[in-house]
């Protein structure tokens, strides 16, 4: 049986949980922690450090950590080795037993810290924190085990001469999980859904979200994760990735993250495809330009709510966030006055305080990156409503609406990743090519939305759209996806889609074996056709 989601808790006014968080995020931002490697299961302080920092606060440090280096990439990898033996021997149910019970903790003890750690160290508002760190995470431990269960349950035809049988074994060495700065929780999926299934796993995670990263660990550990079974490895991610790419032992890569990253892993693997003991396996999910689609039909404020939320929580930094929109033109000036009393209404800055709707984006980098699409769109088309950008105390980009007129617009296209949305107006009777439109102008396919109250126009979107999201949502906006409830992950530039969360992902970490055990043999190698008329 499947479990049930793990409720978000809502945090009000005077609620325990909010009287918990409101504690420990005083705590944490009042304390400097040293953060290690973490290989075979010692903590090992190489004293080359780099700072985590608050992104709403970039002079506040949060944590010192250490960077590994290839000589701790090669100690990982045997630490890995050595854990394989007996990990790859333990039952599915022992397995599972410690992931569920790091649900447990993250549901319980552990809830607080890891929730501040995303929301000081991320920039993540309370809510935005809870329904990744908290409860997507908790998910991932508890529906995996019972999707790697039913998974053991699915085997051959046996006959009343012989017995079949899978075995799900794990693969034949290392996994490399290369995870992003932006959820927790597939910080927390990525290492933990291939060990799952009895890998052993080299983890390296994102430069600016090392802490939360760090805490996961500290979960696993205490739920009684064996030594090297999950290798934790911050560093360059070149001077990383290099050692763990060119190893004969590497058996798969879990990764999510930018589109350009992945392919020049995919690249470096086909280089280095002679050396491999193993086909290694490659799933990545990546970058999206996801979109909303309003039919003339569209009501009018669940859409607006749409842009607005799927537009700009968690500072657009979703790889599912809304950044290109086509609204016809009979409805654009009311949801464009809608969306921008909304905007105007947002609140921007320091998570600590609950009345905050937008903390800060990641760092120097992302601010220089979305400042300069926003200096592109003054030049090349119209900004409706914010455009401005501080880095003076924290990375603040303002929530920012553009309308063009080219509906082949960089800003129709490129992933800004960032809270950025273009909007394209078109004319009513263009419904048709609106579609055609949608389908064919960026290389992405990751989420997308149909806003309609015309059931026909929402089978033609769904029909003609079908291979433009791997996450299509109907009068809904194209984030906030659930583990158990849909599936997630897209396809063209935007991944393999092998749906994290799900049993395709773990089938992706296992290399299954069939047994067969004939009870009788043949005692005589003749056939009976042989015999002479
Ligand atoms: P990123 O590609 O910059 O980094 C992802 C990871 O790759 C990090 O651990 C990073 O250190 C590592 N990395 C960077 N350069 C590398 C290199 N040359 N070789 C090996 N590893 C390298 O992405 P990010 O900024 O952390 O995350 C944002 C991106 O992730 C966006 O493009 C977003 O759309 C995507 N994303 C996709 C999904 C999905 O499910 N499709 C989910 C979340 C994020």
């Avoid at 560093?235 to 990735?241: K, L, N, R």
């Amino acid at each position: 049986m499947l479990p049930v989601n793990e409720p978000n808790l809502a945090y009000l006014p005077g609620s325990p949980e909010r009287i918990d968080l409101k504690a420990r995020l005083s705590s944490m931002a009042a304390e400097r922690i040293d953060i290690p490697l973490i290989i075979g299961g010692h903590e090992i302080r190489t004293g080359d450090l780099a700072q985590t920092v608050m992104p709403h606060d970039h002079r506040h440090v949060l944590a010192d950590w250490h960077r590994g280096k290839a000589t701790h990439v090669a100690q990982a990898i045997a630490a890995a080795q050595k854990a394989q033996a007996e990990w790859s021997a333990a039952t599915q149910e022992q397995r599972a037993a410690v992931f569920l019970k790091a649900a447990d903790l993250l549901a319980t003890t552990w809830r607080p810290t890891l929730n501040s750690a995303t929301m000081l160290g991320q920039s993540k508002t309370v809510f935005q924190a809870e329904i990744d760190a908290a409860s997507e995470l908790i998910d991932f431990w508890r529906f995996n085990p019972a999707f790697a269960h039913e998974l053991q349950g699915e085997q051959p035809i046996s006959t009343v001469s012989a017995s079949n049988r899978m075995d799900y074994r794990p693969l034949e060495g290392v996994v490399y999980a290369v995870t992003p700065f932006n959820f927790t929780s597939i910080a927390g999926n990525l290492p933990t859904a291939p060990a799952l299934m009895g890998n052993t796993v080299v983890w390296k995670p994102a430069a600016s979200s090392i802490l939360s990263s760090y805490y996961v660990m500290r979960i696993l550990e205490e739920a009684g994760l064996p030594p090297g079974v999950i290798n934790f490895v911050p560093g360059d991610p070149v001077e990383i990735s290099n050692p763990l790419l060119g190893s004969p032992d590497l058996a798969g890569v879990h990764f999510t993250g930018s589109t350009q990253v992945f392919q020049g892993m995919w690249s470096k693997v086909g280089s280095n495809i002679g050396r491999y003991k193993t086909y290694p396996r490659l799933v990545g999910e990546t970058g999206g330009k996801d979109f909303i689609l309003a039919h003339p039909s569209a009501a009018v404020q669940e859409l607006s709510v749409a842009i607005a939320r799927g537009g700009f929580e968690f500072q657009g930094q979703k790889c599912s966030a809304a950044s290109r929109v086509y609204i016809p033109r009979s409805i654009w000036n009311e949801v464009r006055d809608r969306v921008v009393a909304m905007m105007r209404d947002m609140r921007m800055g320091d998570v600590s305080d609950f009345r905050t709707f937008m903390g800060a984006v990641i760092d120097d980098k992302a601010f220089m990156r979305i400042s300069s699409y926003l200096d592109d769109a003054r030049r090349h088309a119209t900004i409706v409503q914010g455009g401005t950008a501080s880095d003076e105390r924290g990375y603040f980009v303002e929530p920012t609406l553009v309308e063009t007129t080219d509906p082949q617009y960089r800003l129709m296209r490129e992933e800004v990743f960032g809270p950025v949305v273009t909007v394209f107006v078109y004319a009513d009777e263009q419904w048709d090519e609106t579609l055609r439109l949608v389908d064919g102008t960026s290389p992405y396919a990751l989420t997308g939305a149909v806003f309609a109250r015309d059931r026909a126009a929402v089978d033609q979107a769904t029909a003609v759209l079908r291979n433009a999201a791997g996450n299509f949502y109907v009068n809904d906006k194209p984030t906030g996806a659930v583990v158990g409830q849909q599936p997630f992950g897209g396809a063209r530039g935007s991944g393999t889609n092998d749906k994290a969360g799900s049993k395709i992902n773990l089938l992706r970490w296992v290399s299954a074996r069939t047994i067969k055990e004939t009870f009788s043999p043949p005692v005589d190698y003749t056939y009976g056709y042989m015999v002479e008329e």
